[in-house]
């Protein structure tokens, strides 16, 4: 059982900044949540979680190549799975959500079929309703299951083509992971009687690189990609400390794979 209210919200509409074209946008809203469970779980007893989110964006537009965007959002929650540490986040490595966070702070430059955009930015390489084979550089907040969002990942990114045709490149220097249901909450469904201690996660150095080729024609849609980089979701492994007692961790595995989707009409 969800329940969402917007407690307030606003939205600033483009305004010319000058006679040379240069435009300034910024959007933001404040926004409840309550989910609400009918049933304890073995680890968690929670039943009622409440939730508070502030985002704000703007955009700005210097001339007809290059424009820019940046997002912060300040979070709050009663379940703890916002970090209750008031610090600013870039990288989104942390187990909990941050308190703060930049959401994304890039800059487009676009001229004629080429695209490039530098640094915090959501990058999607298909849609699907569950799994994307294709998806490589989206990585998702899994805190709460019923409930989840996209990441944005530091990177640069090309694309050049036009309406049938597209060639995108990436390459990510800083890798974000998925975040994963925490082991003392509902989600991560641990029988009772076991006692795990989590270790700090082990996040993987080097970069990763994608290249994609899409195309549109008709009423159908394919794409072929190549990724060389990290899995987002992580693997746990663990070590038995004394019997029901173990030490947990999780790791990020590498991947070097090409994917391609069928059809979409």
Not at 137 to 147: E, G, K
Not at 235 to 260: G, H, K, S, W
């Amino acid at each position: 059982m969800t329940g969402r209210v917007l407690g307030a919200g606003f939205w600033v509409l483009a305004f010319a900044a000058g006679a040379s074209g240069q435009s300034f946008t910024e959007r933001g809203f404040i926004e409840t949540d309550f989910i609400g469970y009918p049933q304890t779980a073995p680890n968690d007893s929670g039943q009622a979680i409440g939730e508070a989110l502030f985002r704000y964006e703007a955009f700005y537009k210097l001339d007809s190549d290059w424009q820019f965007a940046g997002g912060i959002d300040a979070r709050a929650d009663t379940h703890e799975q916002v970090d209750r540490a008031w610090e600013l986040s870039w990288d989104d490595r942390e187990t909990r959500r941050p308190s703060f966070e930049v959401r994304q702070l890039n800059a487009t430059y676009s001229k004629k079929k080429l695209t490039l955009v530098l640094g915090k930015q959501f990058i999607r390489w298909g849609k699907a309703d569950i799994l994307n084979p294709t998806d490589r550089f989206a990585p998702r907040d899994y805190l709460s299951v019923v409930d989840n969002d996209f990441l944005g990942i530091t990177a640069v990114r090309a694309t050049y083509g036009g309406q049938s045709d597209t060639i995108d490149l990436v390459w990510a220097p800083l890798f974000t992971p998925s975040r994963v249901p925490l082991l003392d909450q509902r989600w991560s469904n641990l029988p009772p009687g076991i006692a795990l201690t989590e270790l700090p996660p082990s996040f993987p150095g080097g970069s990763q690189f994608g290249a994609r080729w899409n195309h549109i024609g008709g009423v159908a849609e394919y794409s072929l990609s190549f990724y060389d980089g990290h899995n987002n979701l992580p693997l746990f492994y663990y070590q038995e400390t004394q019997p029901l007692t173990a030490d947990v961790e999780r790791y990020i595995r590498r991947c070097a794979c090409t994917a391609a989707t069928r059809p979409s009409l």
